[in-house]
């Protein structure tokens, strides 16, 4: 969710400093103020409460949707949106970031300002009322008013397991006293945790090749209903399937009501997720027969056949390698545990990176760099021809056939143009 190149990362750094400067300012301009609610004022029967969702958005961060609980005092007239995804733009984040251990905390925003702020990215704004009885919104509120306090307010946040959408589940969980994850958690879910990435990250091809080539097995377990509501849209999804369904704890009434569209939006989720097969095959192969066909300017055109074995050499070799050698620097020293056991290493990893500048050595007629090019190739195909044959093995879980069907063929189509440079 958050794996970016760089200029995909300068892009990230500045649309999420304007989200975080555009939610400190709406904070601040609520801090001292409490609700009637978190102090005691209001009665179950004035309270209405909402969960508002919000479509993506057009840049990485808001690709995923965003959610909230709106609470509003009808007697008092006083309303807020109570917000998990709140963070602050700083070193320490940065820092968090790359080891993987963010800390988000739950704000509390003025309702009509963040309804405007969306409407304005054009973006699909709905409202789920909650159908609860005074002493459940009563509940809600004590549960919200604790989790505000200064020691509870932040949290680690994580892409799946814990983030703005999955704690609003939970709350609503709470209030059915665990009905909600025994009916979800028994119902099988739409996709596994990747497809649901790869249909979100849809419409961008490079940031979805990105993110699928550093995420590891972890993310492709089936799931159930309950795992998919970590997106807004998916929640909501499940609650508009399910108002027939879910009750209280008496069986007396449906805990939702009817979606509220308030802003229709001219962004929304991608409709299908990127397709690749045979087509990944097909490039695949074309590149091969590429670099296979230019060892046939040897003879007439040794220099340019050189040339561009070298360039074609370390360009796969830098683009793998670096990811590669991001995706092992995840695996050893950070707490990006969906990067864990990565079968991808079989295919991209520091050892490749080693390529480009023995490669590029070798244009020299470097004899000794030569050498240790054809074998660092014949190591890297040693590894590649490991990972598929990993593949037949029961313990391979990780659904990334695209890396092999693609990289494999590549890597050894190298080899064998190197190997007839030798010749």
């Not at 999420?16 to 300012?25: E, G, M, T």
Request: glycine share 6%; hydrophobic share 45%; charged share 20%.
């Amino acid at each position: 969710m958050r794996f970016v190149p760089f200029i995909h990362r300068f892009v990230f750094i500045v649309a999420i400093s304007c989200v975080a400067a555009f939610s400190c300012f709406l904070t601040i301009a609520h801090a001292g103020i409490q609700p009637p609610w978190e102090a005691g004022l209001s009665k179950g029967e004035d309270l209405d409460v909402e969960i508002y969702t919000f479509g993506p958005g057009p840049s990485l961060e808001e690709w995923w949707g965003h959610i909230g609980l709106k609470f509003r005092d009808n007697r008092l007239k006083y309303e807020i949106m109570y917000n998990w995804g709140m963070f602050s733009f700083d070193e320490q984040l940065i820092r968090n970031f790359i080891t993987g251990r963010l800390r988000f905390w739950i704000g509390a925003e003025p309702v009509l300002p963040t309804v405007s702020f969306y409407r304005r990215q054009g973006r699909v704004i709905h409202a789920i009322p909650l159908q609860l009885t005074p002493e459940q919104k009563i509940k809600l509120a004590g549960i919200v008013a604790t989790n505000m306090r200064p020691e509870n307010r932040e949290y680690d946040y994580e892409y799946i397991r814990d983030n703005c959408s999955t704690r609003i589940r939970d709350l609503v969980n709470i209030l059915q006293d665990g009905t909600l994850a025994k009916t979800a958690k028994g119902q099988k879910g739409k996709d596994t945790f990747r497809g649901h990435i790869n249909k979100v990250t849809a419409n961008s091809l490079g940031m979805n090749l990105l993110i699928n080539f550093l995420l590891g097995p972890s993310v492709d377990a089936h799931n159930s209903r309950w795992d998919d509501m970590f997106l807004p849209g998916e929640l909501e999804e499940y609650f508009v399937e399910q108002q027939t369904k879910l009750f209280d704890k008496k069986g007396s009434a449906s805990i939702t009501g009817p979606v509220r569209v308030i802003n229709q939006g001219k962004l929304d989720y991608p409709k299908f997720p990127i397709r690749y097969f045979p087509w990944d095959i097909g490039a695949s192969l074309l590149i091969s027969l590429a670099i296979i066909l230019n060892t046939s300017l040897r003879t007439k055109l040794p220099r340019t056949a050189k040339a561009l074995l070298v360039l074609e050499t370390s360009i796969v070799a830098f683009v793998l390698g670096s990811v590669g050698t991001f995706l092992l620097f995840f695996n050893l020293f950070t707490w990006h545990t969906y990067t864990f056991w990565n079968e991808n290493l079989f295919f991209g990893n520091p050892l490749t990176l080693a390529l480009v500048p023995l490669a590029i050595v070798s244009l020299s007629k470097n004899l000794w760099a030569q050498k240790w090019t054809y074998r660092t190739l014949t190591l890297l195909c040693g590894l590649a021809l490991v990972g598929v044959l990993f593949k037949t093995l029961p313990i391979s879980t990780q659904d990334n056939w695209i890396f092999v069907r693609t990289i494999f063929p590549i890597l050894f189509a190298t080899l064998w143009s190197w190997r007839k440079q030798k010749e």
